[in-house]
């Protein structure tokens, strides 16, 4: 097991579906999140959900809540993750990639190194800023990030001291952002 704790980022607008990807229902569980936490608590020792608000979610789990329920990005989730958890780096999985899986996540570990501040998984479509770690040496980025309203993950990255692990194909890392994605990934998880 991991010890490192893994962060799942469920705290998004979810406009592109129309509606919160995070509580949509799959595989055996009632929601998303509920999949994902299930499944990355058989690989990590602890497993938090960065969210708005953990009364939405139907299942017991640790949560860490946005304290600005006004941002609608990742900043605030890693602000909050760095303030709760005494950890120097944390896993972070977006709640809509349900196909990474230990072998990703391993493999991300296995290339990661103390001195960078983040190593990051990378495809043919680009780099995936919410499969990675994360260290405690971007933490005043992020907060300088918030105060700036700044929100943009990738510009940091290119920024910071960052690691890229590359993975061929990018069937693992599909995002559910539209309804279709959402269709897709259903077919997928079925068979």
Avoid: W
């Avoid at 936490?37 to 299942?59: A, D, H, M, Q, W």
């Avoid at 909050?80 to 958890?85: Q, S």
């Amino acid at each position: 097991m991991i010890t490192t704790p893994c962060v799942i980022f469920a705290g998004g607008k979810s406009s592109r579906m129309g509606e919160d990807k995070a509580l949509l229902p799959f595989a055996s569980f009632s929601t998303l999140t509920e999949y994902q936490y299930s499944r990355l608590s058989k690989i990590f020792t602890s497993v938090y959900i960065s969210c708005k608000e953990s009364s939405l979610f139907p299942f017991e789990a640790n949560f860490l809540e946005d304290i600005h329920s006004d941002i609608y990005a990742p900043t605030i989730g890693f602000h909050t993750a760095f303030e709760k958890l005494q950890s120097d780096s944390i896993f972070v999985l977006s709640v809509d990639a349900p196909f990474v899986d230990e072998s990703i996540i391993q493999s991300v570990f296995e290339q990661d190194k103390a001195s960078y501040d983040a190593t990051i998984a990378k495809t043919s479509q680009g780099i995936q800023p919410l499969c990675g770690i994360y260290h405690r040496s971007l933490e005043k980025e992020f907060q300088t990030m918030l105060k700036t309203d700044n929100h943009k993950l990738g510009l940091m990255l290119k920024n910071a001291n960052t690691h890229y692990c590359s993975f061929e194909g990018t069937q693992a890392f599909l995002n559910m952002n539209h309804p279709q994605d959402y269709q897709k990934a259903l077919l997928l998880i079925n068979n």
